[in-house]
């Protein structure tokens, strides 16, 4: 488990935790490498239609959404944050 101090105010503590193990990094890692193959793919078969840019910019966001589900430790702080 690993927390990052965000914000301290008084009592009141807000933390970001991050699961970081032996399993997260393996998903991590076969994430990224799917995301890497597609991206590869798709560069090649997407090239020159209008919406390239904006299907490169879906394919990030969707990405980082799915490291983070894997990070997250819970779903009540998956669905806060």
Same mark, same amino acid.
């Given at each position: 488990?690993? @927390?990052? @101090?965000?914000?301290?105010?008084?009592?009141?503590? +807000? &933390?970001?935790?991050?699961? $970081?193990?032996? %399993?997260?990094?393996?998903?991590?890692?076969? $994430? &990224?490498? %799917?995301? $890497?193959?597609? =991206?590869?793919? #798709?560069?090649?078969?997407?090239?020159?239609?209008?919406? =390239?840019?904006?299907?490169?910019? %879906?394919?990030? +966001?969707?990405? %980082?959404?799915?490291?983070?589900? +894997?990070?997250?430790?819970?779903?009540? #702080?998956? +669905?806060?944050?």
């Amino acid at each position: 488990m690993f @927390e990052i @101090e965000i914000v301290a105010v008084s009592r009141t503590r +807000i &933390t970001l935790s991050l699961v $970081v193990d032996f %399993i997260s990094t393996l998903f991590l890692f076969s $994430v &990224t490498l %799917i995301a $890497v193959r597609v =991206y590869l793919f #798709s560069s090649y078969y997407v090239q020159g239609m209008p919406a =390239y840019n904006q299907f490169h910019l %879906i394919l990030a +966001i969707f990405v %980082i959404s799915m490291l983070v589900l +894997i990070l997250r430790p819970n779903l009540f #702080s998956l +669905i806060l944050g």
